[in-house]
């Protein structure tokens, strides 16, 4: 199994600031067709998860430019660029490298200060 | 837009089998593009995949899951749907349907989710 961690667990922000999740998987995340299949997801208070990021970088379709994906091999990075009260919830990065056994990391609480 | 739905019994008994079914609306479910699967979440934690089916009927089953999930599609219904048999407590939790892009790898379009008690 590829364990997926996240850190902070919980990161409190002033709205208008930046805010860093950070994402680790136990073994490379680099699939043998060259993709690497790690996305973000956000999961608003009693909403279902939202897909924000895919393959580490890309936008999925409405969610504003604010949110950004980096990465590489084992280590990745959300980040949103200046917090807005609507991006309260939780974070959730997950892999789809070894599909079908697809993992999620256990999630990073964003909340305002 | 497209939009899924789960249905099913809020309430099954120990030992019993949980079925659920996955509605797809403003779209077909026989897409080339896409895989169609079901995700839990326990109250208070994290996700957990069971696996995917192709509207063909292939189906991806999580391996630490696999023995007691089936996911069948019926394409005429535009349904596809979850059966986990042998439940215990611990299958308590919201359940999930989703889209998933093949080629992206990722769950871009999610149900409003369903919870389901594992009670006597």
């Known amino acids: 199994d590829i364990v997926m961690t996240q850190t902070p667990l919980s990161s409190p922000v002033t709205l208008g600031q930046p805010a860093s999740i950070s994402c680790r998987s136990s073994q490379s995340l680099v699939h043998s067709d060259g993709n690497t299949y790690l996305s973000w997801l956000q999961q608003r208070p009693g909403q279902p998860p939202r897909l924000l990021i895919y393959k580490i970088s890309n936008r999925f379709s409405g969610v504003p430019d604010r949110f950004s994906g980096s990465g590489a091999g084992t280590d990745f990075t959300l980040n949103i660029s200046r917090v807005e009260a609507e991006d309260v919830g939780i974070y959730y990065c997950?892999?789809?490298?070894?599909?079908?056994?697809?993992?999620f990391g256990q999630g990073t609480r964003l909340e305002i200060k | 837009q497209l939009q899924l739905q789960e249905s099913g019994p809020g309430l099954v008994k120990p030992s019993e089998t949980l079925s659920l079914t996955c509605t797809v609306s403003?779209?077909?479910?026989?897409?080339?593009?896409?895989?169609w699967g079901w995700i839990r979440q326990p109250p208070g934690k994290g996700l957990e995949c069971f696996g995917s089916i192709y509207y063909r009927g292939t189906t991806f089953y999580n391996p630490s899951l696999k023995s007691r999930v089936t996911i069948s599609v019926d394409t005429s219904k535009n349904q596809f749907s979850l059966k986990l048999s042998s439940v215990t407590a611990a299958d308590t939790a919201v359940y999930y349907c989703a889209r998933r892009h093949k080629d992206g790898g990722a769950y871009d379009i999610w149900g409003q989710g369903t919870m389901v008690t594992v009670s006597s």
């Open positions: 997950m892999q789809a490298t070894q599909f079908p056994h697809d993992t």
């Open positions: 403003g779209g077909s479910i026989s897409s080339k593009d896409y895989y």
